[in-house]
Structures are given as C-alpha cells and as structure tokens.
C-alpha cells in the first residue's frame, strides 16, 4: 500500500523547520524507549541527524548507531512522517538486534516490530521526492541480455572490476564491445 | 604564550577567554556547514555528550575557507548545526584558519602541531586538534579521521583508559 501525501498547512506549527527537528527527536527517542520495553533490547546512544537527501525518507547507520531522516520530505507532511517513517526506521533497529542479519530488511520480523511499533509495515512511502542526484546510464551485455548500469558501476568496472551475469556467468562488457566480440567470433 | 592566552567569540557574539576551558580536555575542530566531512558533525556531538561529564570539551570554529563551503551568517550556521546534527557543543563565530587574517588560536595551533607537509596549514575543513588537560596540543588530525577513531586518543586523557 502506498500512502498519499497529505500537504500540512503552513500555519502547522509543526511546519516550522526547527520545531518539526525536535519533534522528530522526541518521537524517536519515545519509541525507542517503548521498543527497549517490548522487545528488551539496549537503544541507548543512539544519534538523529536530519541530513539525509534524495528519495528515501529514513536511514539506519548501524555501525554508526544513526537514525537520518530526510527533513525535505518531513516537511511535506510532518504528521504522517512522525507516524510512519519514525516507527519504520526504529523497526529496522529493533529487527537487527533481535535478529541480526538473519532477517531481511523488511521481512517479515521487521514487519511484525514495524507494526507493534505504530508502524504501517510499509517498505516505500507515498510521500512526493526528488532524487538527490540522476545518473548517468550506460548500455552493458553480457551472453543473455543487455544491463542498464550507473555511472556508479561504470567508473567501478573502469577501475578493474567485474560484474557477473548470474544467469550465463559472463563479465558484462560495454554493449558496442560485446557485439564487436560477437561479430568476431563468426 | 599557552592556548588559555586567546580570546574567542562564541557564535551568539559573546566574547571569552580560553581559561574557560582550563582543566579539560579539548578538541578543536574547523567546521563547514557545506562540506563532504560535514556528517561529522554527528560523530563529534556523539564523542562530547559520551565525555563531557568528564572534561570533554569540542570547540567548533566555522570557516569558510576551503572551497566556500561555509557562506552563512553564525545565525545560519547555527540553525543548521542544531537542526540537522542536534549540536550542543560550543560553537564560535566565523574566523579565518589561514593566512594573515587567521584567528590567533589558529595561528598557536598550527606552530604547535605542523601536520604532515610540515608547514602548519590548515589542508580543508574538520581538521582536529587534540589538547590535553594542561593546554599541551597533543596531537592534530586529517579531515578524514574520523571522530570514532579520535575517541580511542581521548579515553586515556580523561582518565577512563
């Protein structure tokens, strides 16, 4: 289920940037205190940061013991992110420490904790974004098709390494050099 | 001369000594609001709150001399630490690093802990400095060195090692 963006009015005191970052703060800091009764599970030391851009809403650092949430989207409709992504991302906490890496990202154990949390088990949000940044594409192949890779994985390839098809177990090559390596072997 | 010797301006305008700071430990740090080190902000608020109990101090001081990358006012700058990164760490008004016009603790800094080229430049923002409990620089660090692998230098100096 993806839930609609509902605009908050500007006069929402909530719409204020500085309020809207504490609140932030405080429900997460209340729900972990409510997971670290549920679950039994040791949330101290935890830092929020608002500093995340893009598409996603919400970020979990585990090594780095962080919560980032993206105040571009928060703002948008700051009630819903306090109901929805903030339980979302403590879920993700909570999950990885009753279950380590065992559990999927948002599998089932992170949706039941997701959930008891007040939580809509949902793994994308509904709310309006923007990518912090486009790609750049380029066309690779392998034996068995052709890949769409990001500039990302091009400048890795670049650099030495290989990505293979899982399907043929061929190295994916630029597709203009594929096809020329096809054309030689007839 | 000693580092408790300067005065600083704090990012609210009030002006104040460094013998505020006598007795403890102090981590002295060149902060952007614009910088691809600046989610080390987190990190540095994260090492104070764990030992500001006991004497940990980190001071940050805003420059906007290293690729422009800090161009507010200290009201904005402000803002955007507490807003972002939920910094309750000292923060001072904007100086200069570098060069003629650089701030007189900076100046202290620099000849006391020259950094690797050995010409006691400042390289880029997040530069750190570490002072112990009796105005000694201890040691200066990369931008890259992250606040985590910091902590590990600071637990011995608060007495906690």
Same mark, same amino acid.
């Given at each position: 289920?993806?839930?609609?963006?509902? /605009?908050?009015?500007? #006069?929402?005191?909530?719409?204020?940037?500085?309020?809207?970052?504490?609140?932030?703060?405080?429900?997460?800091?209340?729900?972990?205190?409510?997971?670290?009764?549920?679950?039994?599970?040791?949330? #101290?030391?935890?830092?929020?940061?608002?500093?995340?851009?893009?598409?996603?809403?919400?970020?979990?650092?585990?090594?780095? +013991?962080?919560?980032?949430?993206?105040?571009?989207?928060?703002?948008?409709? /700051?009630?819903?992110?306090? #109901?929805?992504?903030? &339980?979302?991302?403590?879920?993700?906490?909570?999950?990885?420490?009753?279950?380590?890496?065992?559990?999927? &990202?948002?599998? /089932?154990?992170?949706?039941?904790?997701?959930?008891?949390?007040?939580?809509?088990?949902?793994? %994308?949000?509904?709310?309006?974004?923007? &990518?912090?940044?486009?790609?750049?594409?380029?066309?690779?192949?392998?034996?068995?098709?052709?890949? #769409?890779?990001?500039?990302?994985?091009?400048?890795?390839?670049?650099?030495?390494?290989?990505?293979? %098809? +899982?399907?043929?177990?061929?190295?994916?090559? &630029?597709?203009?050099?594929?096809?020329?390596?096809?054309?030689?072997?007839? | 001369?000693?580092?408790?010797?300067?005065?600083?301006?704090?990012?609210?305008?009030?002006?104040?000594?460094?013998?505020?700071?006598?007795?403890?430990?102090?981590?002295?740090?060149?902060?952007?609001?614009?910088?691809?080190?600046?989610?080390?902000?987190?990190?540095?608020?994260?090492?104070?709150?764990?030992?500001?109990?006991?004497?940990?101090?980190?001071?940050?001081?805003?420059?906007?001399?290293?690729?422009? $990358?800090?161009?507010?006012?200290?009201?904005?700058?402000?803002?955007?630490?507490?807003?972002?990164?939920?910094?309750?760490?000292?923060?001072?008004?904007?100086?200069?690093?570098?060069?003629?016009?650089?701030?007189?603790?900076? $100046?202290?800094?620099?000849?006391?802990?020259?950094?690797?080229?050995?010409?006691?430049?400042?390289?880029?923002?997040?530069?750190?400095?570490?002072?112990?409990?009796?105005?000694?620089?201890? $040691?200066?660090?990369?931008?890259?060195?992250?606040?985590?692998?910091?902590?590990?230098?600071?637990?011995?100096?608060?007495?906690?090692?």
């Amino acid at each position: 289920m993806r839930i609609a963006a509902q /605009p908050v009015a500007a #006069s929402t005191p909530l719409a204020d940037t500085a309020l809207l970052a504490a609140a932030l703060r405080r429900r997460t800091e209340a729900l972990m205190a409510e997971a670290a009764r549920l679950y039994a599970v040791d949330l #101290s030391g935890w830092c929020v940061t608002l500093d995340l851009k893009g598409m996603a809403a919400g970020r979990v650092q585990l090594l780095m +013991r962080r919560v980032r949430y993206n105040l571009a989207i928060a703002a948008q409709a /700051p009630e819903l992110f306090l #109901s929805i992504t903030v &339980p979302h991302e403590v879920a993700h906490i909570v999950c990885h420490l009753r279950h380590g890496r065992r559990a999927r &990202p948002h599998g /089932p154990e992170w949706r039941a904790i997701c959930l008891a949390l007040g939580g809509t088990g949902e793994r %994308c949000h509904g709310f309006g974004a923007e &990518p912090a940044r486009r790609l750049r594409r380029y066309v690779y192949a392998c034996g068995c098709r052709r890949w #769409s890779l990001t500039s990302i994985r091009v400048h890795r390839i670049r650099r030495g390494l290989i990505y293979h %098809c +899982r399907a043929c177990g061929r190295a994916l090559r &630029p597709a203009a050099a594929e096809a020329a390596a096809n054309e030689a072997c007839r | 001369m000693d580092i408790y010797d300067f005065d600083v301006r704090t990012i609210d305008g009030r002006v104040m000594s460094m013998t505020e700071f006598r007795d403890h430990v102090l981590l002295i740090v060149n902060v952007a609001s614009r910088c691809g080190f600046t989610p080390q902000y987190a990190g540095l608020e994260a090492l104070y709150r764990r030992h500001k109990d006991r004497g940990l101090r980190v001071l940050g001081f805003p420059c906007d001399q290293f690729g422009h $990358q800090e161009p507010g006012d200290e009201a904005e700058i402000r803002s955007f630490c507490s807003t972002t990164y939920d910094v309750t760490f000292p923060m001072f008004a904007k100086i200069e690093v570098n060069g003629g016009n650089a701030h007189p603790l900076y $100046q202290f800094l620099r000849s006391a802990r020259k950094g690797m080229l050995g010409t006691g430049v400042i390289k880029w923002n997040f530069t750190k400095f570490l002072v112990g409990r009796d105005g000694t620089v201890l $040691q200066r660090y990369a931008p890259t060195d992250m606040p985590e692998r910091i902590g590990k230098d600071v637990l011995p100096l608060i007495g906690t090692a």
